[in-house]
């Protein structure tokens, strides 16, 4: 047939554009419609139906000639609807007053008390952190504190939640943008940001961790593998690029703060927390301490070798590429990023005009071959042009520089001489070292000598390349410095992670200053610059109306396109998941895929019924679990059916319970419960065992 395109297909006969496979899915594929409730249907047997849920199920049996299987014991029903609901068996006396309770609610009454137990949390906490590959530590990492410090914080938000049956519009939305909401005194929803911040460090790669984001956002939320559009459209979805971009643009304008807030205050007479405060006060002290030493000998070595920084400078000034200029300095014993410094320096046009520099900046341009012979002359020039420094003219025009290099030798030894004047290195460290900050450090008192204060301001004067800021220590570190620094902050992070009187800390994101115009990274290359894309929501599931993102990264705008009832794919999304786990098979096969690669529910009218209840009753996901679980497709019995076995062998029908296994969780304490050990503590910092 010559391999034609499939219908729809793009111009010319080639393959369909992005735009086209957008709009030909929002047309065709099923998950991107939108939910709609069906109308119940008329069933052979609705004596058999208990809910509207039973008769969808039923109108498809019925078509089959088949029905539903009769209800579970009443001992297997008690014990499913624990295990379903808390992750532990009921006790004796419980089965046994289910099994004596002859009104027609008493089912209606053990759910009750299974949604208003603490457990219920616990276990359906359970599986929304394995959505959040949730983990107390960060993966592989080289250098930093593997421990989360605040992880327990994200697992408490989660538990409360579901015990509280927040609206699961509202848990979407905090869980991504808690830090841009109202939340009054009670801080405890910035806890839930723990989503976006809790995943794997990727060993400090920044694009790695968004993508991380990104993907755990959009498959767990939407059933969309977003991710595949990295480095291309995606293959088969309605993704592009652009797309992935922009919401690559949301999660780079965020950032994790230095200082996590709190959300929780401390006793200050806590001996713990005063213990834990002495601890980090000491660490801190420590490195501190370090930081100021290190500090001292950088400005100590930027201020001596000011010659060696000017002559290279000069010798790199026509040098436009990174690796030759590096290794320059290299060569020279000298920090390329101080001699950039200069460089940059230099290049400003007031610098012209300056007393000291002016002087230089005219002799740098000579040119090599004829400077010895114009040297004098230019000196001379330059004096009656404007302010020249008395003290650099005099030695410059008593014995004129054969070269730059003299220049610069020139230059050194009059600085040192102004340096001297000021006070020498040790005073300076004695300085440092009583606590006084660098700013004084950097700006003495002023020298009598209007002229030798000028040389001084050379290297010490605020904008001066060899007046380096504290921070600069982290910039501008040899590897034994960098390994003593790295030690001295993970000392601190130790202590933070795991003592046992810190405060509980949120591990919120909040957004930067200036948000990030994201672009496509062609083929996933950061420096492969594509197109500028604006910081939006996704194509697919916004419609011709789409507008860019206006407040700050878009993460709120975000949570709420994601959280919306014109989504068709969150409601569903979620209710899939909970129905997998009440019967053990999903009604969509690939639970975090809703793509066009993925096979339709097994029964589109059940998803949908589900999806709009789910979010009529106020996305109250217990209301979500009375419904299924009040059923009598779920109180069914999982005994086998020979003809309902030959007719439907996968059981997509529903005509009886699915026969499921404990998970190991369930397992593992039904083996305490029965022996007497299970711990039923909860909150608070994981234990490591």
């Given at each position: 047939?010559g391999?034609?395109?499939?219908?729809?297909?793009?111009?010319?006969?080639?393959?369909?554009?992005?735009?086209?496979?957008?709009?030909?899915?929002?047309?065709?594929?099923?998950?991107?419609?939108?939910?709609?409730k069906?109308?119940?249907?008329?069933?052979?047997?609705?004596?058999?139906?208990?809910?509207?849920?039973?008769?969808?199920?039923?109108?498809?049996?019925?078509?089959?000639?088949?029905?539903?299987?009769?209800?579970?014991d009443?001992?297997?029903?008690?014990?499913r609807?624990?295990?379903?609901?808390?992750?532990?068996?009921?006790?004796?006396?419980?089965?046994?007053?289910?099994?004596?309770?002859?009104?027609?609610n008493?089912?209606?009454k053990?759910?009750?008390?299974?949604?208003?137990?603490?457990?219920?949390?616990?276990?359906?906490?359970?599986?929304?952190?394995?959505?959040?590959?949730?983990?107390?530590?960060?993966?592989?990492?080289?250098?930093?504190?593997?421990?989360?410090?605040?992880?327990?914080?994200?697992?408490?938000?989660?538990?409360?939640?579901?015990?509280?049956?927040?609206?699961?519009?509202?848990?979407?939305?905090?869980?991504?943008?808690?830090?841009q909401?109202?939340?009054?005194?009670?801080?405890?929803?910035?806890?839930?940001?723990?989503?976006?911040?809790?995943?794997?460090?990727?060993?400090?790669?920044?694009?790695?961790?968004?993508?991380?984001?990104?993907?755990?956002?959009?498959?767990?939320?939407?059933?969309?593998?977003?991710?595949?559009?990295?480095?291309?459209?995606?293959?088969?979805?309605?993704?592009?690029?652009?797309?992935?971009?922009?919401?690559?643009?949301?999660?780079?304008?965020?950032?994790?703060?230095?200082?996590?807030?709190?959300?929780?205050?401390?006793?200050?007479?806590?001996?713990?927390?005063?213990?834990?405060?002495?601890?980090?006060?000491?660490?801190?002290?420590?490195?501190?301490?370090?930081?100021?030493?290190?500090?001292?000998?950088?400005?100590t070595?930027?201020?001596?070798?000011?010659?060696?920084?000017?002559?290279?400078?000069?010798?790199t000034?026509?040098?436009t590429?990174?690796?030759?200029?590096?290794?320059?300095?290299?060569?020279?014993?000298?920090?390329?990023?101080?001699?950039?410094?200069w460089?940059?320096?230099?290049?400003?046009?007031e610098?012209?005009?300056?007393?000291?520099?002016?002087?230089?900046?005219a002799?740098a341009?000579?040119?090599?071959?004829?400077?010895?012979?114009?040297?004098?002359?230019?000196?001379?020039?330059?004096?009656?042009?404007?302010?020249?420094?008395?003290?650099?003219?005099?030695?410059?025009?008593?014995?004129?520089?054969?070269?730059?290099?003299?220049?610069?030798?020139?230059?050194?030894?009059?600085?040192?001489?102004?340096?001297?004047?000021?006070?020498?290195?040790?005073?300076?460290?004695?300085?440092?070292?009583?606590?006084?900050?660098?700013?004084?450090l950097a700006?003495?008192?002023?020298?009598?000598?209007?002229?030798?204060?000028?040389?001084?301001l050379?290297?010490?004067?605020?904008?001066?390349?060899?007046?380096?800021?504290?921070?600069?220590?982290?910039?501008?570190?040899?590897?034994p410095?960098h390994?003593r620094?790295?030690?001295?902050?993970?000392?601190?992070?130790?202590?933070?992670?795991?003592?046992?009187?810190?405060?509980?800390?949120?591990?919120?994101?909040?957004?930067?200053?200036?948000?990030?115009?994201?672009?496509?990274?062609?083929?996933?290359?950061?420096?492969?610059?594509?197109?500028?894309?604006?910081?939006?929501?996704?194509?697919?599931?916004?419609?011709?109306?789409?507008?860019?993102?206006?407040?700050?990264?878009?993460?709120?705008?975000?949570?709420?396109?994601?959280?919306?009832?014109?989504?068709?794919?969150?409601?569903?999304?979620f209710?899939?998941?909970?129905?997998?786990?009440?019967?053990?098979?999903?009604?969509?096969?690939?639970?975090?895929?809703?793509?066009?690669?993925?096979?339709?529910?097994?029964?589109?009218?059940?998803?949908?019924?589900?999806?709009?209840?789910?979010?009529?009753?106020?996305?109250?996901?217990?209301?979500?679990?009375?419904?299924?679980?009040?059923?009598?497709?779920?109180?069914?019995?999982?005994?086998?059916?020979?003809e309902?076995?030959?007719?439907?062998?996968?059981?997509?029908?529903?005509?009886?319970?699915?026969?499921?296994r404990?998970?190991?969780?369930a397992?593992?304490?039904?083996?305490?419960?029965?022996?007497?050990?299970?711990?039923?503590?909860?909150?608070?910092?994981?234990?490591?065992?």
């Amino acid at each position: 047939m010559g391999a034609p395109w499939p219908e729809g297909s793009g111009v010319a006969g080639g393959p369909p554009t992005i735009e086209e496979k957008i709009a030909n899915a929002r047309a065709r594929h099923w998950a991107f419609q939108p939910v709609r409730k069906p109308a119940p249907p008329v069933v052979q047997h609705p004596e058999r139906a208990q809910t509207e849920l039973d008769a969808l199920v039923l109108a498809k049996l019925d078509a089959k000639g088949l029905t539903l299987s009769p209800s579970a014991d009443r001992r297997t029903l008690v014990r499913r609807a624990y295990f379903d609901l808390v992750g532990l068996p009921p006790t004796v006396e419980q089965v046994e007053a289910f099994v004596n309770d002859p009104g027609p609610n008493a089912f209606v009454k053990v759910v009750e008390v299974l949604l208003a137990s603490p457990h219920y949390g616990e276990r359906w906490a359970r599986y929304w952190m394995d959505l959040a590959r949730y983990s107390d530590t960060k993966g592989y990492v080289f250098e930093e504190e593997r421990n989360f410090p605040f992880s327990h914080t994200y697992r408490d938000y989660l538990i409360r939640s579901f015990n509280e049956d927040l609206p699961y519009d509202q848990f979407l939305v905090e869980q991504l943008a808690a830090d841009q909401l109202e939340l009054g005194d009670d801080k405890r929803a910035l806890a839930a940001m723990g989503l976006l911040t809790i995943g794997r460090r990727f060993i400090g790669v920044l694009d790695d961790q968004i993508d991380d984001r990104i993907d755990v956002v959009t498959r767990g939320m939407l059933g969309l593998t977003v991710s595949c559009a990295r480095c291309h459209d995606h293959k088969f979805d309605p993704i592009p690029a652009d797309d992935y971009y922009s919401l690559y643009g949301v999660f780079r304008s965020s950032q994790e703060p230095a200082e996590l807030p709190l959300i929780s205050q401390p006793d200050p007479e806590d001996p713990q927390y005063k213990d834990f405060l002495e601890q980090v006060s000491q660490k801190e002290k420590a490195l501190k301490e370090f930081v100021r030493q290190k500090h001292v000998e950088l400005l100590t070595h930027a201020r001596e070798h000011a010659g060696e920084y000017l002559l290279a400078a000069y010798d790199t000034k026509d040098i436009t590429e990174d690796d030759p200029f590096r290794q320059l300095a290299k060569d020279r014993k000298l920090y390329w990023q101080i001699v950039e410094k200069w460089r940059t320096y230099l290049k400003a046009d007031e610098r012209t005009s300056d007393p000291v520099l002016g002087i230089w900046m005219a002799l740098a341009a000579l040119p090599a071959e004829t400077f010895e012979a114009q040297a004098p002359a230019n000196i001379e020039q330059t004096a009656q042009s404007g302010a020249v420094n008395a003290i650099l003219l005099k030695s410059l025009k008593e014995t004129p520089p054969k070269s730059m290099a003299e220049v610069c030798e020139r230059y050194a030894a009059l600085i040192r001489d102004a340096d001297g004047a000021w006070k020498n290195i040790l005073e300076a460290i004695s300085v440092i070292e009583a606590g006084v900050q660098h700013e004084e450090l950097a700006r003495p008192e002023k020298l009598d000598d209007a002229d030798m204060e000028g040389l001084r301001l050379a290297v010490y004067g605020p904008t001066s390349p060899a007046n380096l800021a504290e921070s600069a220590v982290n910039e501008y570190r040899d590897i034994p410095t960098h390994g003593r620094l790295t030690q001295l902050r993970t000392d601190i992070e130790r202590v933070q992670a795991t003592h046992s009187g810190r405060p509980d800390r949120a591990m919120v994101m909040l957004d930067a200053a200036t948000p990030y115009q994201p672009y496509v990274f062609k083929r996933g290359k950061e420096d492969n610059k594509g197109a500028e894309v604006p910081r939006q929501f996704l194509a697919i599931l916004s419609g011709p109306d789409r507008k860019p993102f206006e407040h700050g990264s878009g993460r709120l705008e975000l949570a709420h396109a994601i959280a919306s009832k014109d989504n068709p794919l969150t409601a569903r999304v979620f209710v899939n998941r909970v129905w997998m786990q009440l019967f053990g098979e999903p009604l969509v096969a690939t639970t975090s895929d809703f793509g066009l690669r993925s096979d339709p529910p097994s029964n589109p009218e059940l998803l949908d019924y589900l999806a709009a209840t789910f979010m009529e009753s106020g996305w109250s996901i217990k209301q979500l679990h009375r419904a299924i679980m009040l059923s009598a497709t779920y109180q069914q019995s999982s005994a086998d059916n020979p003809e309902a076995l030959a007719v439907d062998p996968q059981n997509d029908l529903l005509w009886r319970q699915n026969v499921r296994r404990l998970d190991f969780e369930a397992m593992r304490d039904a083996i305490l419960a029965a022996s007497g050990n299970l711990d039923l503590a909860m909150g608070g910092e994981s234990v490591t065992v």
